[in-house]
């Protein structure tokens, strides 16, 4: 009794540590979700958090997609924004400055049109104080190959990635786009590339139509499915990603709750990532950290290290 | 602004399809401004997965009462069952444990007292109005015309005259008050007094129509628009608008839910805003 | 006043017909959520569907996965029940004089684990009589080529077809996966084999872990993910097939209600499949029928080809 | 065989996270069998997605009443929160509308009547077991043994005792009745009266002791199984279990819910049965 006691009583060891980036704890939010951290300010405590991840950035100004923008579906919803964005000028002279205040490491979300503009944002942002690594994006149309989603071939993702490391010192993870037909093809090209960690999964590919007026929900048409809906295929792609490549493994896609985020760290992810839950409960992620908490205490679990990739058969 | 995980203190159906919800919210009498609204979260589970917005109609609050209860805090919100949220908030109980987010966004500014104020509101639009003519009353001379399809779209227009407001109703079917559309009514009071301040909530075909006339008479206008939104605090961008001055080359998009949802007419770009009638009635 | 009473009361011509097999209405049952249709007898008067499709079938019998096959997700299910089924001859003598009852035409669902498989398949069921047409599910692994999924490559894909569509006359419906970059590469190949119409989709490629035992749910680890978590997926992929060929189309992807369906039929599928909202609802076709009609009526469409394709931007 | 769409008559809490549960069922007095269930569509949205399996405890009617109401037929299922079916089940209302699919499967046989009959209940295991207690008194003697962990898990043991069935109560923690587990009771009894027939349904460690016992003593043995259900109707082969002589390269599948869930012994394929414990407590 003395002993359980004692397990029970011990707060458990939450730190991870992915790409050299040192985490509090595994939850952080996903790029896209959590703007640049300040619009979540007065409902969580950005400090509690094992990273901040900011909305994607491109080198100028992005517009995005016309409205609507957004549609919900069965437990889940449908966007295209259309990445917009502020712009590396803005997001240094406005956004920054309240990261940096911030205990907790900044890992910045970006992306480009074509290869060139992918390795200019990364080589600004390559020695700028305060943010801790770069979270590619490479679910982008490369506007100079006809359109063809980088992130959808492996040569085109090995190329734009190997570019990128070249003007980077920093953590650089790459984000795969789930709609392909072999994920571990694309994980081993960035690894291949330099890549020092995978993040996924970005949003599946959909599409929603308004019966009575016969349009698509979406002005762009097509859109990004994300939420609870999906974290069945997500949960499979990192567990196929995490046993192609030596590289960590950050999941997403559908977490909102503790064990969401358990079923990524037991196939095998380092760190996961909480999306849309941020929409439907501003909370989620520090609701998600307690959990993971509580879930290690019951199950004696000292460091949750011991949690990742412990799966059984 | 802060997440509330707080309880239905009443659920009533005023007419046919609204209901007057009461929620228990500490803070909002000090925090809440006219204008402004919540974000509901109408079930525990993910489905429906978003929270859904909607102004508020009126901060109160319960005196402390026999049985030794507390003072109360609470809003009230006025909603039309249009959908799989609001079918399920119909449904939902005195006691029933939720989530409110709030109070959000900008909401109106009251302007030069000095001003006669006419509020516009089609069907459930007059919502963020009331709160809006409580302050106004205390300074200005304030007319609401309400406009609806039906007498059952007419709602808690004598709240407004009980503040002294003089209202004026019309429907489109003629079944209460004039029959035509609110902007006729609107049309005739600016021939008369085109310098007051216009608010307007309601339709976009309606609000499209009160900004053309308010322009005719370069009478000043605030409005306030429903945009389809995810997070509500500025995260998502889901929710933009087109702002004044706005182009393909050189965009500038508002926020609905933070730099709205009231804006001054002069902030937006009226050439395309008919395209924000497009807010989709969601997949489910 | 006249006119609209007119319209309102006269019933919509709701009959379509897909590779010269006529229907009744656009609504059958995907294979392997209605058995062999006599299951659902006593719910449903089979009469009144489209089509009937039916489980599976190999030329052996197949036994399927250990359990558990099947796993309850947000808003979906993941199965893994591995093709159980009886195997031609069992069909042929127990399942089929059941099936030559109904009046509605029999679509048979088959596959193989070789090109030869198949091809056998569908040479004895080309002559069988009251088999209205096949369709032919190639999401199943090739076991000579390694495993590859016969329906995630082009050239697999359309080297299985052909040599199918040398041994049957019938209806030829090919089933595609969506587990793939680009569906309109394989939609293409299939088209070019000479297949008579695409049927889509299947499911999506998933997986549950249950974080107690750190098991995967599912015996098999991984199954495949169905039901309405997954239909704006299925809208796209439909959508976009009906764009690269000019085959018909046959919608598949978490229908369980009229606005579903016609969600696919808008896009431009010509006929629609409804699959585990067979679990949840029993009678879920027959409310899927009925809404398309009264949807039809109300909006004042005389006959519901009309509304096939029509989707505005 | 039918999907009613019907409501519910009461739901009350019978002992800690145990709940009765009474829903109108027309034809089921005629239809329904001991060991047969119901698949229970807990919302009328997808999330639960699919239907829940529940034996049939009890078939009742209840007399017109003088508020001149008719006669109802209804059911009674006892079931246990567990997880997000049963948790939205335990607020579900007089009233509320539901749909229940039933009655379905294969129940008990009850076999030779001189036999001396012992029913052998694992917690809610016990709730099949009813029903064919009412069948059985009517020509056999019949004992009950009845065993959970704690007195919280003993439900309904006083019905049997009605019904003139003797009881046997052992509890894991000894807080009611005696203390270990019910398998123990049953070896003494079959060890004074080897020729009785067992009927047993419990969590599958139980079942499998039971087996053993019963094939030691070569005691006739039927059980009712538990599997992952998404159908209930033979149609989707996801509640399979490994039928006698089952080989990886001669597969013999038998389906829960059409061929059983009640099973005899020599049905099945005890080698590998303790898989079924795997029964997943689903993702959500
Ligand atoms: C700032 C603001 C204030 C509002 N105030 C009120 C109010 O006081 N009373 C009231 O009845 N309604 C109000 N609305 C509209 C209200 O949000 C929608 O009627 C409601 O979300 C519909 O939800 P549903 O689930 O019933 O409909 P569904 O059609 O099932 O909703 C699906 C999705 O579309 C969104 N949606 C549907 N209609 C609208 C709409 N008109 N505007 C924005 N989003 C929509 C929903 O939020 C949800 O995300 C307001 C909207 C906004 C943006
Ligand atoms: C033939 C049969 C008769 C049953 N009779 C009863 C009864 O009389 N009383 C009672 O309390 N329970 C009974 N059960 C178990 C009951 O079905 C589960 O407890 C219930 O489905 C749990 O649902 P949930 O949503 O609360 O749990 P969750 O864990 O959220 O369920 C997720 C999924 O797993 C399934 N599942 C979870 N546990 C079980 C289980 N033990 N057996 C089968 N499926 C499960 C659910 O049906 C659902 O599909 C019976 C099961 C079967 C197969
Ligand atoms: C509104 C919205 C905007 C997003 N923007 C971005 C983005 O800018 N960059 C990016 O890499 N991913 C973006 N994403 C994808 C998310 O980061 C995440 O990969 C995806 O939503 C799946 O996680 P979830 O199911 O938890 O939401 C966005 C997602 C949403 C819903
Ligand atoms: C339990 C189950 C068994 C299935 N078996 C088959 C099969 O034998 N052959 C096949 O082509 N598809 C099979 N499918 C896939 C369905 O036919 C359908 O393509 C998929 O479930 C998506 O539709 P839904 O979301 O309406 O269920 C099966 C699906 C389920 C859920
Ligand atoms: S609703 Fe998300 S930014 Fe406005
Ligand atoms: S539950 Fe579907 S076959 Fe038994």
């Known amino acids: ?313 | 602004m802060k997440n509330h995980k707080t309880i239905i203190l009443s659920n009533q159906e005023i007419a046919p399809g609204y209901y007057r919800m009461r929620i228990l919210a500490p803070e909002y009498q000090q925090l809440a401004t006219p204008g402004q609204f919540v974000m509901f979260r109408v079930q525990h589970t993910f489905l429906p997965l978003l929270r859904r917005p909607f102004g508020i109609f009126r901060v109160g609050f319960m005196p402390a009462d026999c049985d030794a209860m507390p003072e109360k805090e609470f809003i009230e919100i006025i909603y039309k069952v249009v959908g799989s949220g609001t079918e399920i908030m119909q449904e939902l109980h005195q006691g029933d444990r939720i989530e409110l987010l709030g109070p959000l966004g900008r909401g109106f500014e009251t302007g030069d007292p000095a001003e006669e104020k006419i509020l516009v509101g089609g069907g459930i639009g007059l919502v963020p109005l009331y709160m809006l003519a409580e302050k106004l009353v205390q300074t200005s001379k304030v007319r609401l015309l309400m406009g609806g399809r039906t007498r059952d779209d007419i709602i808690t227009v004598t709240e407004f005259e009980r503040l002294g407001v003089e209202t004026y109703v019309s429907t489109e079917d003629g079944s209460l008050g004039e029959q035509g559309l609110v902007t006729s009514v609107l049309e005739q009071k600016l021939a008369a007094q085109p310098k007051a301040a216009v608010f307007a909530c309601g339709p976009m075909p309606m609000i499209d129509a009160v900004q053309k006339i308010c322009a005719g008479y370069s009478t000043s206008l605030q409005v306030s628009l429903e945009a389809l939104m995810a997070c509500g605090v500025g995260a998502c961008l889901g929710c933009v608008v087109k702002g004044a001055g706005h182009s393909d080359a050189e965009p500038r998009y508002l926020c609905s839910c933070k730099q709205g949802p009231v804006f001054r007419a002069e902030q937006l770009d009226w050439s395309r805003l008919e395209q924000q009638d497009s807010v989709c009635g969601g997949c489910d």
């Open chain 1, 1 to 313: 009794m003395a002993e359980q006691t004692e397990v029970v009583s011990k707060r458990p060891q939450m730190a991870v540590e992915i790409a050299g980036i040192k985490l509090k704890n595994p939850v952080m939010p996903a790029s896209g979700t959590f703007g640049y951290g300040e619009e979540y300010a007065p409902y969580l405590d950005l400090n509690q958090l094992g990273a901040i991840v900011t909305k994607g950035l491109s080198l100028k100004p992005k517009a995005g997609n016309n409205t609507p923008r957004i549609c919900e579906t069965v437990s889940g919803m449908l966007n295209a924004i259309g990445l917009q964005n502020v712009g590396i000028d803005a997001f240094i002279a406005d956004k920054m400055p309240f990261l940096q205040q911030i205990d907790a490491p900044v890992i910045v979300n970006f992306f480009g049109n074509t290869q060139e503009e992918y390795a200019e944002v990364a080589a600004r942002l390559d020695d700028l104080p305060g943010v801790a690594g770069l979270e590619m994006n490479i679910s982008c149309p490369n506007v100079k190959q006809g359109g063809i989603v980088f992130g959808t071939e492996a040569r085109a993702a090995q190329d734009v990635v190997s570019l990128v490391r070249k003007r980077t010192d920093k953590p650089l993870i790459v984000k795969l786009s789930p709609n392909v037909t072999d994920i571990r093809v694309l994980a081993r090209a960035v690894e291949d590339a330099g890549a020092d960690a995978i993040s996924l999964i970005n949003t599946l590919t959909g599409m929603a139509v308004d019966v009575k007026t016969r349009k698509p929900r979406l002005a762009n048409t097509i859109g990004g499915l994300s939420g609870p809906a999906i974290r069945p295929v997500a949960v499979r792609l990192v567990h196929q990603v995490v046993q192609a490549v030596k590289l960590p493994v950050i999941g997403i896609g559908g977490i909102a709750r503790a064990i969401d985020a358990l079923e990524f760290l037991i196939v095998g992810a380092t760190a996961v990532q909480v999306g849309t839950a941020n929409f439907v409960d501003p909370n989620a992620m520090q609701t998600v950290i307690d959990g993971l908490e509580e879930f290690c205490q019951n199950e004696g679990i000292a460091d949750i290290n011991e949690l990742i990739g412990s799966l059984k058969q």
